[in-house]
C-alpha cells in the first residue's frame, strides 16, 4: 500500500530525514516512535502534502502512485488521511458545510454523485455515533473552542467521515486524558479493517496499550533505527529514548 | 474650452439648480421644496467634498462628478414593465414590496399603501400631503446640510423617494422591501429621499435593494433619515448590487430614543464606486444600537463605509462590525468614529473592523476612532488586514477539498458572521447564497437583467 524509500528532506535548508525506509500493507499498524526532534511529525507533513517541507531524494509510492508529485487534497481523495497534531480553528466555517465539502469532493473524486442532504445527515450521525463524539460538536465551527480532547476525537470523527484507506496518527495521544485517549483509540479500533492501515506516531508507549501495533519503528535523527514487534514499544518506555541516543 | 472644463462642478450644480427650480419644485412637495434653498446656499459655501476633507480623505468624490450625467426632474415614461426585466433574486420572501425607478415611485399600485394596522408605504411626494404633521417633524430633522456637501445637494435636488410609517404600537410582521432600479439610455445623477418612522414601540424590517440594469454609467446620492422612537425596533438591512460603471453615494442618519433597538447591516455585494455614511445617535437612555456591514469588492472598485456612532446620553449599547474581502486591484476605507459624550455613563461600544485581502494590490485603510469623555464607560475597538490563512487552508486541503473550494469556505465562513446578524431566517439564506454567488463570480451580472452590463 504505502512504500516510502530512502527518503530525505528538509525544511529552510536544514535536513531532518535522512534516509528512510518503510513498506506498510492493508490490515497493518505502524507504530513510530521517537524522541522530540527525530523527524516524526515532518514525515507525517511529507506523506499528506506539507508545502514547508522540500523533498530531497527518495520515493513515496501509495497503491503504485507517486504521492510526491500529488497536492494536498489529492493525497486525502486517494485516501491518505491526517490526523493533526495541532487541529487548525476555522472561524465561521461550520463542521456540518467542512464536512459536507470534504464527503463530496471524495465522492466527485470517485464519479459518484454528491450527497443528498438528508443522506449526508444519516452519515454525519452514525459516525458521530461510532467515535462517540458529542453531537453538539458538529453545530460549531471547525475546531472553534474546542478542548483539546475535543479536538483529538474531531479529528478521528473526519477520519470516520472519509474512511481512508491509510491513516496517519500524529501525536493524537498528546494532551489527552485518559478517559478521552479512550474514546479516540476506540474509534480507531473501529474503524479498522482488513483492507486499510494505521501509521501511529507517538512518544509514549500508553496509546500502544489501545491501539496495538503490528510493527514498532523508532525514528532517530531523522532515520528508522530500529524496527521490531509491539514489544518494542515496552522495551522502550522501560529504557527510555537514551537507550537508542547511546548507539544500541 | 467646453463649458464643463471652465465651469467647476459646484457653479454647474447650482447653474443646474437654478435653471430647473419650477420642474424641481412642480414634481415634488411643498413640504420638500420648503427646504432648498438653504440647502443649496449650503451646497454653495460647501461644494463637492474633497480629499481634503478629513471625512472624505480616501474617496476621491470629485472625480465620480467629472462625467456628464443627465438629470431626470420627472419620472420618464417607461415602456416596459418592470416585471419582465428585473426579477427580484430573493423569491421566496413575502414582502411588501415598493419600487423606485431612478429615485421615482413607481405606483405599485397605488403611491402610498396603507396597511390595516396603520403602516404606510409609499411616495415621499404623496406622503408629504397626506401626513404633513410627520413631515414637518421629521423631514430634514436629521440631515447635517451645514457640513456635507453632498447632503445639502441632495436636500436641493431630491423630488421623490420612499416614505415608511409604522404608528404607535404597531408590528408589522411582513418584512418591507424597497427595490431601488436605475435604468436609462444615457449616464443618470439620481438624488432621492428616505424617511422611515418608527414611532413608539412599533417593528419593523425594512430591506433595501440597489440595482442597475443598463449598462450606463450612474451616480445615486440617497439620503435617509430614519426615526426610532422610545421601546420601538427597526432592522435595516441595505443591499448594494449594482455593476461596475455604478457610483453610490449614501448617507444615513437614524436616532433613537429610550430603550428602542435598531440594527443596520448594509451589505456592498457588488458596485464600481460606493461611500457609506452612516450616523447613528443614541438620544434617549438605553438605547441599543447595531451596525453591521460587509464589502466585496474586486477589479478596481472602490468601497468607503464611515460610519459615526453618538452616544449621547447614559446607558446606551453600540455594537458594531465591518468585515470586508478585498481582490484584485480592489481600494476600500473604513473610518469608524465612536463618541461618547461626557454625560454618557454606563456606555457600552464595541467597535470591529476585519479585512482580508486576496491580493498583494488589494488596499484597505482602516481607521477606528473613538472618543471618550465621560469616565465610567466600557468600549472597545478593534481592526485587522490579513490574508486567507495558511494552515486553515492546508488543513482543509488535507480533507480533499480543492485549495478554490477551500478558500471560498473560507471566505464564506468569513462573511457569515456579518449575515448571520440578519434575523429573517429566509432573507438571511438567501443572502448568504448571494455572497456565495459573489465568491465565485457568479453575480457578474444583476440577475435576470438581460444586459451584461457587468
Known amino acids: 500500500?504505502?512504500?516510502?524509500?530512502?527518503?530525505?528532506?528538509?525544511?529552510?535548508d536544514k535536513e531532518i530525514l535522512k534516509g528512510i525506509n518503510l513498506e506498510v500493507k492493508p490490515g497493518e499498524v505502524h507504530a513510530i516512535m521517537g524522541p522530540n526532534g527525530s523527524g516524526k511529525s515532518t514525515l507525517a507533513s511529507v506523506l499528506t502534502g506539507r508545502e514547508l517541507v522540500e523533498v530531497t531524494h527518495g520515493s513515496v509510492t501509495f497503491n503504485g502512485k507517486n504521492v510526491l508529485e500529488m497536492p494536498a487534497e489529492i493525497r486525502s481523495r486517494e485516501g491518505i488521511f491526517l490526523s493533526f497534531q495541532y487541529p487548525v480553528e476555522i472561524p465561521g466555517v461550520s463542521m456540518v458545510n467542512f464536512m459536507k465539502a470534504a464527503v463530496n469532493e471524495h465522492r466527485k473524486y470517485r464519479n459518484l454523485e454528491p450527497l443528498s442532504a438528508s443522506d449526508f445527515l444519516k452519515l454525519l450521525r452514525e459516525r458521530k455515533e461510532l467515535v462517540e463524539i458529542d453531537?453538539?460538536?458538529?453545530?460549531?465551527?471547525?475546531?472553534?473552542?474546542?478542548?483539546?480532547?475535543?479536538?483529538?476525537?474531531?479529528?478521528?470523527?473526519?477520519?470516520?467521515?472519509l474512511e481512508p484507506k491509510l491513516s496517519i496518527l500524529d501525536e493524537t495521544d498528546s494532551g489527552l486524558d485518559i478517559d478521552a485517549l479512550r474514546v479516540v483509540a476506540n474509534g480507531v479500533n473501529k474503524l479498522k479493517t482488513a483492507e486499510n492501515a494505521t501509521i501511529v506516531i507517538t512518544h509514549y508507549q500508553r496509546l500502544l496499550d489501545y491501539i496495538v501495533p503490528d510493527f514498532v519503528h523508532i525514528l532517530y535523527n531523522g532515520r528508522i533505527v530500529k524496527s521490531a514487534g509491539k514489544e518494542l514499544a515496552l522495551e522502550l518506555e522501560e529504557k527510555g529514548y537514551d537507550w537508542i541516543k547511546n548507539g544500541n | 474650452m467646453s463649458k464643463t472644463a471652465t465651469l467647476n462642478i459646484k457653479d454647474e450644480m447650482v447653474n443646474l439648480y437654478l435653471n430647473n427650480l419650477d420642474l424641481i419644485s412642480e414634481g415634488s412637495s411643498s413640504l420638500m421644496n420648503h427646504h432648498r434653498e438653504e440647502a443649496i446656499q449650503n451646497f454653495r459655501i460647501l461644494g463637492i467634498p474633497t480629499l481634503k476633507n478629513e471625512k472624505y480623505k480616501y474617496s476621491k468624490i470629485e472625480s465620480v462628478f467629472s462625467n456628464e450625467y443627465e438629470k431626470y426632474f420627472a419620472p420618464k415614461h417607461i415602456t416596459f414593465k418592470v416585471d419582465d426585466i428585473f426579477r427580484c433574486d430573493i423569491p421566496e420572501l413575502d414582502t411588501h414590496l415598493a419600487l423606485v425607478l431612478n429615485g421615482f415611485y413607481m405606483p405599485n399600485p397605488n403611491r402610498l399603501q396603507v396597511m390595516e394596522n396603520g403602516v404606510v408605504i409609499g411616495s415621499m411626494i404623496?406622503?408629504?400631503?397626506?401626513?404633513?404633521?410627520?413631515?414637518?417633524?421629521?423631514?430634514?430633522?436629521?440631515?447635517?446640510?451645514?457640513?456635507?456637501?453632498?447632503?445639502?445637494?441632495?436636500?436641493?435636488?431630491?423630488?421623490?423617494?420612499?416614505f415608511i410609517?409604522?404608528?404607535?404600537?404597531?408590528?408589522?410582521?411582513?418584512?418591507?422591501?424597497?427595490?431601488?432600479?436605475?435604468?436609462?439610455?444615457?449616464?443618470?445623477?439620481?438624488?432621492?429621499?428616505?424617511?422611515?418612522?418608527?414611532?413608539?414601540?412599533?417593528?419593523?424590517?425594512?430591506l433595501i435593494c440597489d440595482h442597475s440594469l443598463s449598462p450606463k454609467r450612474f451616480v445615486s446620492n440617497v439620503v435617509t433619515e430614519i426615526i426610532v422612537e422610545a421601546n420601538a425596533q427597526l432592522e435595516f438591512v441595505k443591499m448594494q448590487n449594482e455593476h461596475n460603471d455604478s457610483t453610490q453615494l449614501t448617507h444615513t442618519y437614524t436616532k433613537q430614543e429610550r430603550d428602542s433597538k435598531l440594527i443596520t447591516n448594509v451589505l456592498s455585494l457588488h458596485g464600481g464606486f460606493i461611500r457609506n455614511n452612516l450616523y447613528m445617535q443614541l438620544a434617549g437612555e438605553g438605547a441599543d444600537a447595531h451596525a453591521y456591514g460587509l464589502y466585496l469588492t474586486d477589479r478596481t472598485q472602490h468601497t468607503d463605509n464611515y460610519t459615526f456612532i453618538d452616544h449621547a446620553v447614559p446607558n446606551c449599547t453600540s455594537n458594531e462590525l465591518y468585515k470586508g474581502i478585498l481582490d484584485e486591484?480592489?481600494?476600500?476605507?473604513?473610518?469608524?468614529?465612536?463618541?461618547?459624550?461626557?454625560?454618557?455613563?454606563?456606555?457600552?461600544?464595541?467597535?470591529?473592523?476585519?479585512?482580508?485581502?486576496?491580493?498583494?494590490?488589494?488596499?484597505?485603510?482602516?481607521?477606528?476612532?473613538?472618543?471618550?469623555?465621560?469616565?465610567?464607560?466600557?468600549?472597545?475597538?478593534?481592526?485587522?488586514?490579513?490574508?486567507?490563512?495558511?494552515?486553515?487552508?492546508?488543513?482543509?486541503?488535507?480533507?480533499?477539498?480543492?485549495?478554490?473550494?477551500?478558500?471560498?469556505?473560507?471566505?464564506?465562513?468569513?462573511?457569515?458572521?456579518?449575515?448571520?446578524?440578519?434575523?429573517?431566517?429566509s432573507l438571511r439564506e438567501r443572502i448568504d447564497d448571494m455572497v456565495n454567488k459573489r465568491l465565485r463570480g457568479e453575480l457578474s451580472r444583476c440577475h435576470s437583467c438581460?444586459?451584461?452590463c457587468c
Request: charged share 20%.
Open chain 2, 165 to 206: 410609517y409604522v404608528p404607535k404600537g404597531a408590528v408589522c410582521t411582513k418584512p418591507i422591501q424597497v427595490i431601488n432600479l436605475l435604468m436609462a439610455e444615457e449616464n443618470l445623477l439620481v438624488q432621492y429621499r428616505n424617511l422611515i418612522i418608527m414611532e413608539e414601540s412599533s417593528q419593523a424590517n425594512v
Open chain 1, 1 to 12: 500500500m504505502l512504500v516510502i524509500k530512502d527518503l530525505h528532506a528538509k525544511i529552510n
Open chain 2, 450 to 452: 438581460p444586459m451584461n
Open chain 1, 135 to 161: 453531537s453538539a460538536l458538529t453545530n460549531r465551527s471547525v475546531n472553534e473552542g474546542f478542548s483539546g480532547g475535543e479536538k483529538k476525537k474531531n479529528e478521528i470523527f473526519q477520519m470516520a467521515m
Open chain 2, 329 to 425: 486591484q480592489a481600494t476600500g476605507a473604513f473610518n469608524g468614529r465612536i463618541l461618547v459624550r461626557r454625560d454618557a455613563q454606563k456606555t457600552q461600544a464595541y467597535q470591529s473592523n476585519n479585512n482580508l485581502l486576496l491580493t498583494p494590490d488589494a488596499k484597505i485603510r482602516t481607521k477606528p476612532q473613538l472618543e471618550i469623555y465621560a469616565d465610567d464607560v466600557k468600549c472597545s475597538h478593534g481592526a485587522t488586514v490579513g490574508q486567507i490563512d495558511y494552515e486553515a487552508l492546508f488543513y482543509m486541503r488535507a480533507r480533499g477539498i480543492g485549495e478554490r473550494e477551500a478558500k471560498l469556505l473560507l471566505m464564506f465562513g468569513f462573511t457569515h458572521e456579518v449575515v448571520k446578524q440578519i434575523s429573517i431566517e
Open chain 2, 126 to 162: 404623496d406622503a408629504a400631503a397626506k401626513y404633513p404633521h410627520l413631515f414637518e417633524k421629521y423631514y430634514n430633522a436629521q440631515a447635517e446640510n451645514g457640513s456635507d456637501g453632498l447632503v445639502a445637494l441632495n436636500t436641493a435636488f431630491a423630488q421623490d423617494g420612499v
